[in-house]
């Protein structure tokens, strides 16, 4: 496993690069490469043919988005969402923000709530925590991947029938127990709603992070 970076000089186009790494090895993607002044995941899905990941805005973003004419490709930047359509011609269209975060450095507080139970599978690097019912219905799940120097954290997401019971707080704690290098940075991109919770958990806001994308045509 490669040298933890150094989460108190945080150098935000390794730190991007390093998360866009493992967020691809916790997805099974392709691992990303670099291309355009950012760097490139090619996705294949059928929602998502490849995307762009730009610690920041500049010319090579302008130059890469006018060579692009079809949907389902995305370019994502640190940067606030008006900085990004800027740059971008205008058929382009921008997604609700999200927050590039970096975790606090030790596990959240939580305890295991009456009624639920935990799930945890760890294999080379790769984590899965499950939050179950007494009844066996999924209430919330997570994943996270450890690799290139950082651990970060994907898929959070807990049923709406089951908020608000401490159910988030607990699973990133479960989550973080898997980590195997204390000095490795914890990261993650929130949304709104989510930044909510990694902020009373101690997380601090690195930057916005914006995504732009080019929408499917109307038939006909």
Sequence with gaps: MAEPLDRDRP???VWIRA???ARSA???LPAPVDDAGGYRVDVHAPD???RW???RVGPTVTALAQGLAQPRHFIKACAPPDQLLAALPPAWRIALPGYFMLGPGRAPQALLVPGYRCERRVEAGLSEVRILTEAGELAASGHAAETAGVFIYDRIITEP???RRGLGRLLMR???ACRIEARSPELLVATAAGRALYEALGWTVISLFSTAFLPD???G
Excluded: S, Y
């Design 48 to 50: 998502e043919v490849r």
């Design 53 to 55: 990941v730009f610690p």
């Design 19 to 21: 998360w866009l790494a």
């Design 26 to 28: 916790a997805r099974g």
């Design 174 to 176: 479960e989550l973080g």
């Design 217 to 219: 045509l109307p038939a």
């Design 161 to 163: 029938a089951h908020q």
């Design 11 to 13: 150098d935000l186009a």
